[in-house]
């Protein structure tokens, strides 16, 4: 009965983390110019909440010169940053001021698949 209240304990905590997270004015990551072209993936697999695209499998892979960052859904744990192999990802507050225009062309990536579904 502990056991089982402790787990549903820790759950509740990491729901909870996620959540404020959530609330809070937070900064995504962002992923600027090395990627185009490259588009290694090591940063999908590593993601904890699915939220850099296109994937491999996905249709748009091969059109999309980069892959994205979904600044909504980003809970910023830099999981993504080490694994990069041409160090394109940063935290939008590192971002070098030459690539300041990856932020928006992030979020532009999303809002398009948005606006394709309706
Ligand atoms: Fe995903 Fe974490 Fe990278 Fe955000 S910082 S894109 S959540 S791996």
């Given at each position: 009965?502990?056991?089982?209240?402790?787990?549903?304990?820790?759950?509740?905590?990491?729901?909870?983390?996620?959540?404020?997270?959530?609330?809070?004015?937070?900064?995504?990551?962002?992923?600027?110019?090395?990627?185009?072209?490259?588009?290694?993936t090591a940063c999908t697999?590593?993601?904890?909440?699915?939220?850099?695209?296109?994937?491999?499998?996905?249709?748009?892979?091969?059109?999309?010169?980069?892959?994205?960052?979904?600044p909504n859904e980003c809970i910023d744990c830099?999981?993504?940053?080490?694994?990069?192999?041409?160090?394109?990802?940063?935290?939008?507050?590192?971002?070098?001021?030459?690539?300041?225009?990856?932020?928006?062309?992030?979020?532009?990536?999303?809002?398009?698949?948005?606006?394709?579904?309706?």
């Amino acid at each position: 009965m502990i056991r089982k209240f402790r787990k549903i304990s820790k759950i509740g905590v990491v729901i909870l983390i996620l959540y404020s997270k959530k609330g809070e004015e937070k900064m995504a990551y962002v992923i600027a110019e090395p990627c185009i072209g490259v588009k290694d993936t090591a940063c999908t697999e590593v993601c904890p909440v699915d939220c850099i695209h296109p994937k491999k499998d996905e249709a748009d892979f091969e059109k999309e010169e980069q892959l994205y960052i979904d600044p909504n859904e980003c809970i910023d744990c830099g999981a993504c940053e080490p694994v990069c192999p041409v160090s394109a990802i940063f935290p939008e507050s590192s971002l070098p001021e030459k690539w300041k225009s990856f932020i928006e062309k992030n979020a532009n990536y999303y809002k398009r698949k948005k606006e394709a579904v309706g």
